[in-house]
C-alpha cells in the first residue's frame, strides 16, 4: 500500500506547541507497523480546517488532487479534525475519495472508514468536529466579552503599548536601538501623535518614522509605517484609555490614556483638515515641470510631486515614500527650476560656429563602410537582450541600461542627413529654450523637459545632471568655448 500523510496545525494551535513533528512520528510508527510505502507528506502550517474554501489551504487542495490522480492508496491523519472541521467538506471530500479507491485512516480515532460502519462513524465525526469548531469561536467571543467586561483588552496591543501587570496595557518603554540611539515605541507614537497635531498629513508622519527606523507591531509583524497604518494609530482610541465594545463603540478600559485628550483631539483635526482638503492638493494633481524626467542619483526611483496647501510643489524621491532604503531628501520644485534656469541660459552656441557644429554633428552621426555591420550587429543585440529579459534571465534594471546603450549606438550610426538649416533650426531651439522654460507654465514646461531630457538626476536638493535625449546628445557632448564641462554634466 502506497501511504500519504496530511498533517496540519492552524496558527492558535501553533502557539499552543501542537506539533506537525508528532503527526509525522505517528504516521511513520503506524506504516512501519504495516509493511507499507510511505509516498508523500503533505504538510500545511497556520491554515484553520473550518473554513469552506479549499483555496485557503493550498496543501490540502494538491493532496486532494493526487489522491484523485491515484498517486496513493491511503491517506493518513493523526486526527479527524485534521482533515476538516466542516461537516460538509468532510463528507463531500471523503466521497471523493471513496469514489477515487483512496482508503483513509485516522490514527487517533483507530477507524477506518471505507466499510459501512466506518462511513456512519465518519459522519458522527465529523458533526462533532464542526460542532467543537463552533462551540470553540462561541468560547471564544464570550472570552473576549468576559475581559470587556473587566476592562482589559482583547488581542494583540497596538503600537506604543505592552502588557503590565494581571495583562493591564502600559507604554511600551522597553529600551531599544535605532539609528545609533537609544529610544522606546512609546516615543514612536508620541512622536507620531505630536506631529499629526503639527500639521503633517498621514504619509508624512509615516515617512518620519519610517525615517527613524520605527516598525509596526502586531498580527503583521515588523513593517514600514504605511499611509493607513498612521491613519488607524491616530484615530484608535485606545491610546485615550477606551477599549472597543465589540458593537462599534468604545468604552471605559482598566489602563491609563497613553495620549492626552488634548493631544488626541489636536491630531483628530489636523487629519480631518487634511481629509477635506481640495483634491488639487493630492499629490501628481497635475502634472508638474519635472514630472517623468527628474530621478534619484541615490536608488534611481522616479521623484513624486507633491502640491502643498501654499501652492508650491515639493519633490519627493518613490522609493523613501514607500518606506525604502533612501536618504534622499525632498525640496521644493522652484528650487530645481531654477537650477535648470541657469543651466539653460548657459548652453548657448554662437551662430557663427554653425558649420564647425555640421561638422562635428557630421563626423558624430556620419556613416562608414563597416556601419551597416555595425548597425545589424545591434540590432541582433536589441533582440537578444530582449529575450534574455523575458526569460527571466537578465534583470529589468540591466535590460533598460543596455536597451538605452544600443539605441545610442544606433543613433551614431545613423547616416548623415543633416543640412545647415537643420543644424540651424536645433541650434535655434537650443538657444531659445531658456526663453520658453522661464515664460511657460508647468505643462509646458514638462513638454520641453521631456523634449530635451530623458532624466534630470537631482541629488541632495541640486541637480546634479541630466541625460539628454538622444538626437541633443551629440550638441550635451561637444565642449564649447562659453560653456564649462562642469555646466554640461551628462550621467550614462
Given at each position: 500500500?502506497?501511504?500519504a500523510?496530511?498533517?496540519r496545525?492552524s496558527?492558535e494551535?501553533?502557539?499552543?506547541g501542537?506539533?506537525?513533528?508528532a503527526?509525522r512520528r505517528?504516521?511513520?510508527?503506524l506504516?512501519?507497523?504495516?509493511d507499507?510505502?510511505?509516498?508523500?507528506?503533505y504538510?500545511e502550517?497556520?491554515?484553520?480546517?473550518?473554513?469552506?474554501d479549499?483555496?485557503?489551504r493550498?496543501?490540502?487542495?494538491?493532496m486532494?488532487a493526487?489522491?484523485?490522480?491515484?498517486?496513493f492508496?491511503?491517506?493518513?491523519?493523526?486526527?479527524?479534525?485534521?482533515?476538516?472541521?466542516?461537516?460538509r467538506?468532510?463528507?463531500?471530500y471523503?466521497d471523493?475519495l471513496?469514489k477515487?479507491?483512496?482508503?483513509?485512516i485516522?490514527i487517533?480515532?483507530?477507524?477506518?472508514?471505507?466499510?459501512?460502519?466506518g462511513?456512519?462513524?465518519?459522519a458522527?465525526?465529523?458533526a462533532?468536529?464542526?460542532?467543537?469548531?463552533d462551540?470553540?469561536?462561541?468560547?471564544?467571543?464570550?472570552g473576549?466579552?468576559e475581559?470587556?467586561a473587566q476592562?482589559?483588552?482583547c488581542?494583540l496591543?497596538?503600537?506604543g503599548a505592552?502588557k503590565?501587570?494581571e495583562?493591564?496595557p502600559?507604554?511600551?518603554?522597553w529600551?531599544?536601538?535605532?539609528?545609533?540611539?537609544?529610544?522606546c515605541?512609546?516615543?514612536?507614537?508620541?512622536?507620531?501623535?505630536q506631529?499629526g497635531?503639527n500639521?503633517?498629513?498621514?504619509?508624512?508622519?509615516a515617512m518620519?518614522?519610517?525615517?527613524?527606523s520605527y516598525?509596526?507591531?502586531?498580527?503583521?509583524?515588523?513593517?514600514p509605517?504605511?499611509?493607513?497604518t498612521?491613519?488607524?494609530?491616530?484615530k484608535?482610541?485606545?491610546?485615550?484609555g477606551e477599549?472597543?465594545?465589540?458593537k462599534?463603540?468604545?468604552i471605559?478600559?482598566?489602563?491609563q490614556?497613553?495620549i492626552?485628550?488634548e493631544?488626541f483631539?489636536a491630531?483628530?483635526?489636523?487629519?480631518?483638515?487634511?481629509?477635506?482638503?481640495?483634491?488639487?492638493?493630492?499629490?501628481?494633481?497635475?502634472?508638474?515641470s519635472?514630472s517623468?524626467?527628474?530621478r534619484c542619483?541615490?536608488?534611481?526611483?522616479?521623484?513624486?510631486?507633491?502640491?502643498?496647501a501654499?501652492?508650491r510643489?515639493?519633490?519627493m524621491?518613490?522609493?523613501?515614500?514607500?518606506?525604502g532604503?533612501?536618504?534622499?531628501?525632498?525640496?521644493y520644485l522652484d528650487?530645481?527650476e531654477?537650477?535648470?534656469?541657469?543651466?539653460?541660459?548657459?548652453f548657448?552656441?554662437?551662430?557663427?560656429?554653425s558649420?564647425?557644429l555640421?561638422?562635428?554633428?557630421q563626423?558624430m552621426t556620419?556613416s562608414?563602410k563597416d556601419?551597416?555591420a555595425?548597425r545589424a550587429?545591434?540590432?541582433?543585440?536589441?533582440e537578444?537582450?530582449?529575450?534574455?529579459?523575458?526569460?527571466?534571465?537578465?534583470?529589468?534594471?540591466e535590460?533598460?541600461a543596455?536597451?538605452r546603450?544600443?539605441?545610442?549606438?544606433?543613433v551614431?550610426?545613423?547616416?548623415a542627413?543633416a543640412d545647415v538649416?537643420?543644424?540651424?533650426?536645433?541650434?535655434?531651439?537650443?538657444?531659445?529654450?531658456?526663453?520658453?522654460?522661464?515664460?511657460a507654465?508647468?505643462?509646458?514646461?514638462?513638454?520641453?523637459?521631456?523634449?530635451l531630457?530623458?532624466?534630470?538626476w537631482?541629488e541632495n536638493?541640486?541637480v546634479l545632471?541630466?541625460?539628454?535625449?538622444p538626437?541633443?546628445?551629440p550638441f550635451?557632448?561637444?565642449?564649447y568655448?562659453?560653456v564649462?564641462?562642469?555646466m554640461?554634466?551628462?550621467?550614462?
Open positions: 500500500m502506497r501511504a500523510l496530511y498533517a496545525v496558527t494551535e501553533q502557539v499552543e501542537y506539533s506537525i513533528d503527526q505517528a504516521f511513520q510508527t506504516v512501519q507497523g504495516r507499507w510505502i510511505a509516498i508523500k507528506e504538510l502550517e497556520g491554515r484553520s480546517a473550518r473554513t469552506e479549499i483555496s485557503k493550498p496543501v490540502f487542495k494538491e486532494i493526487d489522491a484523485l490522480a491515484w498517486k492508496d491511503v491517506l493518513v491523519v493523526h486526527k479527524l479534525d485534521r482533515f476538516s472541521r466542516n461537516l467538506i468532510t463528507l463531500e471523503f471523493k471513496l477515487a479507491g483512496v482508503a483513509f485516522s487517533n480515532e483507530q477507524m477506518d472508514f471505507t466499510t459501512p460502519s462511513k456512519v462513524h465518519l458522527l465525526l465529523g462533532f468536529a464542526q460542532y467543537y469548531s462551540n470553540l469561536s462561541q468560547e471564544t467571543k464570550k473576549w466579552a475581559r470587556r476592562g482589559l483588552y488581542g496591543l497596538p503600537f505592552m503590565g501587570e495583562g493591564v502600559v507604554p511600551d518603554t529600551e531599544i536601538h535605532l539609528n545609533g540611539r537609544q529610544t515605541n512609546y516615543e514612536g507614537l508620541q512622536l507620531a501623535f506631529e497635531a500639521g503633517k498629513s498621514n504619509r508624512q508622519v518620519l518614522l519610517n525615517a527613524q516598525r509596526t507591531t502586531g498580527s503583521h509583524g515588523h513593517n509605517f504605511s499611509t493607513d498612521v491613519k488607524d494609530m491616530l484608535n482610541r485606545f491610546y485615550l477599549l472597543p465594545d465589540g462599534g463603540g468604545w471605559k478600559g482598566k489602563h490614556p497613553l492626552s485628550a493631544l483631539e491630531a483628530e483635526r489636523t487629519r480631518e483638515r487634511n481629509t477635506n482638503r481640495p483634491k488639487n492638493i493630492r499629490s501628481d494633481a497635475k502634472p508638474c519635472l517623468g524626467v527628474a542619483t541615490e536608488c534611481g526611483a522616479n521623484l513624486r510631486a507633491f502640491h502643498g501654499n501652492g510643489i515639493r519633490l524621491c518613490n522609493t523613501r515614500i514607500k518606506g532604503n533612501c536618504s534622499q531628501k525632498s525640496a528650487i530645481y531654477e537650477q535648470l534656469q541657469a543651466y539653460l541660459e548657459a548657448h552656441i554662437p551662430e557663427d560656429e558649420t564647425k555640421l561638422d562635428s554633428y563626423h556620419g562608414s556601419d551597416k555595425e550587429k545591434i540590432e541582433t543585440r536589441l537578444r537582450i530582449k529575450d534574455l529579459y523575458s526569460w527571466g534571465d537578465m534583470s529589468k534594471t535590460y533598460l543596455q536597451k546603450e544600443l539605441k545610442r549606438r544606433l551614431q550610426l545613423t547616416p542627413t538649416a537643420l543644424l540651424d533650426k536645433l541650434a535655434q531651439f537650443l538657444n531659445s529654450v531658456a526663453f520658453a522654460w522661464r515664460e507654465d508647468q505643462e509646458h514646461r514638462n513638454q520641453l523637459a521631456h523634449r531630457f530623458d532624466a534630470v537631482i536638493q541640486k545632471a541630466v541625460t539628454p535625449r538626437e541633443f546628445e550635451f557632448d561637444m565642449e568655448r562659453k564649462s564641462r562642469d554640461l554634466q551628462w550621467r550614462p
